[in-house]
């Protein structure tokens, strides 16, 4: 099992803010990793698939980058509509696995 | 448009089974793997298995081994999930979700149902 450890777990910031969201996986993954959103008493969404491809109808304000172990999520300029909680995802290897959760609250 | 569309929510008691529905409408069932993640209120998420829903080949998560059968219904494109010996611990919300690309069978989640809640309780 590839055990993932997502940072920080609570991120305080305000609008036009530049946020930075960390995930570092037990082993490498290549490039096999995904990022959701997710809002309350809602499913998850797809922003970023293969690390950091944008999902169709994703804002360009999201972007990730890393490979191997290291990973990263920014959200370049902190929209209202961005106060949620995103989760960084392996599918390298069964079973795919999530981290822990980053939730973005306001400063 | 492409979508999931689950089943309403349930309240069982403890011993109980309970049988989750995901239909899917918009593209192709068979072409696309089904999996399953849930969410205890307040928590992360949690994998709990796959489904070729052309093949019915599936793969579970070792927790739930023993306790959860994926199965598919391709005449009408649902696919369902049915979790025995509930306990407390297994209230949660529980999702299916597709993965992005044809026939993969590791990728991410794209199409995501609604969501179902599973109450246990005596």
């Known amino acids: 099992v590839i055990w993932m450890t997502q940072s920080p777990s609570l991120l305080s910031a305000s609008t036009g803010d530049r946020v930075i969201i960390s995930c570092r996986m037990s082993q490498g993954i290549s490039s096999y990793l995904a990022w959701y959103q997710q809002k309350p008493g809602k499913a998850p969404e797809l922003l970023i698939y293969a690390a950091s491809t944008l999902q169709s109808g994703v804002p360009s304000r999201f972007s990730g980058s890393g490979s191997g172990t290291d990973f990263t999520l920014t959200i370049s300029c902190l929209q209202s509509e961005d106060f949620a909680t995103y989760y960084c995802q392996q599918y390298y290897s069964f079973p795919p696995t999530f981290g822990q959760g980053t939730k973005v609250e306001i400063k | 448009q492409v979508q999931l569309v689950q089943s309403g929510a349930e309240v069982k008691k403890p011993g109980a089974s309970v049988k989750v529905s995901c239909k899917a409408s918009?593209?192709?069932?068979?072409?696309?793997?089904i999996n399953w993640v849930r969410q205890a209120t307040g928590q992360g998420l949690e994998w709990m298995g796959w489904m070729n829903p052309n093949s019915g080949n599936t793969g579970y998560a070792q927790k739930f081994q023993g306790r959860v059968t994926m199965t598919r219904n391709t005449s009408i494109s649902t696919a369902y999930m049915e979790l025995s010996s509930l306990r407390s611990e297994d209230t949660a919300v529980y999702y299916c979700?597709?993965?992005?690309?044809?026939?993969?069978?590791?990728?991410?989640?794209?199409?995501w149902g609604q969501g179902t809640m599973v109450t246990v309780s005596s």
């Open positions: 918009g593209y192709t069932f068979t072409s696309y793997d």
């Open positions: 979700a597709r993965v992005r690309r044809y026939s993969s069978l590791l990728d991410a989640f794209d199409i």
